[in-house]
């Protein structure tokens, strides 16, 4: 148990279906992040999120759309998504807003799109 | 580009030593992070190095050469509970995070 709790565990979706992760951290941290992880592939950061200030957004698609109302939840909706977009999608909380500083994952969500 | 290498998939025996490489190339060097994942859980840490050495956790250890960008994570008395995948991870000098692909590690009785 890391404290960093990932819903649903596993999602199949259509290319014309709106879904959203959740990510709920119990640990007090400030700053949360997406992350996309592919099969034999480094892991890719897609936000990050500061005391509920999107800090960054790396170039990530807008069917993408993040959202963080407390320090403790963050959302990522997803929508109209391509079939290169299944993938394992990691959430991470931190302490401070440095993505060096010591990460703390959920166990993730496996998404498939059709 | 920025760059680390870690070799895709390494098997040893329970009870061995095994040494997961990794290899950076990266702007600049703030740390370097070792993860491990198994299958369908969450990453969790290992360890960090920011100076030369190694650096010694029970039965796993970490080493760094920052002249060489180099490390690598030593794993003693192997159980079959640490087949999993490690991550490597190295701080730039804009505090990013460069991560490898993983090494899968596999460990047979």
């Known amino acids: 148990e890391t404290g960093v709790t990932q819903t649903p565990r596993h999602l199949v979706m259509g290319m014309t279906n709106k879904k959203s992760l959740k990510c709920e951290q119990h640990l007090g941290h400030n700053a949360m992040y997406w992350y996309k992880q592919s099969a034999k592939k480094p892991l890719e950061l897609m936000f990050v999120?500061?005391?509920?200030?999107?800090?960054e957004n790396n170039s990530v698609p807008s069917r993408f759309s993040p959202e963080c109302p407390n320090s403790s939840h963050l959302f990522l909706h997803l929508h109209t998504l391509q079939p290169e977009d299944s993938a394992l999608y990691l959430c991470?909380?931190?302490?401070?807003?440095?993505?060096?500083?010591?990460?703390?994952f959920g166990s993730g969500t496996q998404l498939s799109v059709l | 580009g920025q760059n680390i290498d870690q070799p895709t998939e390494m098997t040893a025996t329970e009870g061995a030593i095994v040494q997961i490489n990794c290899t950076y190339q990266?702007?600049?060097?703030?740390?370097l992070f070792w993860y491990q994942q198994h299958a369908g859980e969450a990453p969790t840490f290992l360890s960090y190095n920011v100076l030369d050495g190694l650096e010694e956790k029970g039965r796993f250890s970490s080493f760094l050469s920052r002249s060489k960008g180099y490390s690598y994570l030593l794993l003693k008395e192997l159980q079959m509970k640490d087949s999993a995948s490690y991550l490597c991870a190295v701080e730039d000098s804009n505090y990013q995070l460069i991560w490898g692909a993983g090494t899968k590690l596999i460990i047979k009785p």
């Open positions: 991470a909380s931190s302490r401070g807003d440095r993505e060096s500083e010591k990460l703390f």
């Open positions: 990266t702007s600049g060097f703030n740390g």
């Open positions: 999120y500061s005391l509920e200030e999107r800090v």
